[in-house]
């Protein structure tokens, strides 16, 4: 349980997606969930957790768990 808001992990973060269904895991940036249209930076995890959908088997078991990135000097990101 977390109070912690989407907003609060837009730098330096890295999400670790876990399917407790199928168990399939994945990595993303915070940032990526933004886009979809259904999804703020206000929102907290555990909403976010809801109405994610596992990338596998297409199901809303999706469990977030945030990861602090690494800071790697040369970063190629292609963030609008
Ligand atoms: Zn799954």
Redesign the pocket.
Known sequence: MTDLQLYDYSEGYEFRFK??????IWCDHPATLLQHTDMHDRMYLEEVEKRLV??????R??QITPMIRRVTHGFVGGLP
């Open positions: 399917c407790g269904r199928c168990g399939y596992c990338r596998n088997c297409k199901t078991h999706v």
